[in-house]
């Protein structure tokens, strides 16, 4: 009625609930396993991603290799159409042979644009995969690839496999829905709990401190799920569904790992063996330019043999 009051309070409270099923505990271990899957999660990125520049680089390298090849492709085909442009002045070689050599040299200087595309392609690739702007691409100096390939040992233990990151993260991810279904276990339990509250209270801030302003209270609670059973059997039942699907994902992850690693052991037996052909094949394509170079120097062939048997 005209008059204005004003009420202070100065209080702490506690609680304390009793974990006598294990309940608290399992969901704690439960949000462990799902912070150390996102950190092993974050890990795998950062292997893929170096993973990638890795084989940006290489390609990048690569398609230099092939640049240089084609160059060198180009210069031989048009060193053979003069030649042959020569020898259809002097009457030596017809108009057909003249037009299948020009037509060759169109195809050489398509391959070079092409393997052009690739370079740039490729340098914007690692330019975005580094996190920066087309003009860190452009800085990009060509690849040197001089490693030798690492020789694989002769077995490998499966248990490397476990070391996978995105094996590790499945694996915990597994283990916190077994954590999550014993919480809803839990659940089907009764809980005891304790409340207390300390303080004091007063409708002026000078008596706040005095004797008959405390306001202490404490009191257990105890929760029995008696009317809950159908929602906490439905909440169970969702939790064992997404337990079998993380071991199923689990599972699946396991069998793609294996298949990846198979996958490369019989690429990289795959790489040996071709290497080996290509080596072979080198090996004679020396030999026939040698002989055919020793024959132009003795005056048995002409030069335009010597360019055939140096044509890739």
Known sequence: AGSWRTQTQLSASFGYEFDLWGRNRAAYDAAIGQV???EVDAYAVRLLLASSVARAYAQLGRSFEQLDLAQATLAQRQAIFDLIRQRFAAGLDSQVD???A?????TARLRIAQLEEEIALGRNLLAALLGQGPDRGLAIARPRMQGELPALPSTLP???LGRRPDVVAQRWRVEAARRDIEVDKGQFY???NLSALVGVQSITFSKLLASGSGIPTFGPALRLPLFDDGRLRGNLAAKDADYDLAVEQYNQTLI?????VVDQLA???SVDAQRAEIERALAAARDAYALASARYRAGVVSYLQVLAAETP
């Open 256 to 260: 793609e790992a294996l298949r990846e």
């Open 36 to 38: 150390r899957a996102a």
């Open 158 to 160: 499966s248990d490397l």
């Open 267 to 269: 690429s990289l037996r």
């Open 190 to 192: 009764p809980s005891i």
């Open 102 to 106: 020009e037509t060759s040299i169109p």
């Open 98 to 100: 003249l037009k299948q």
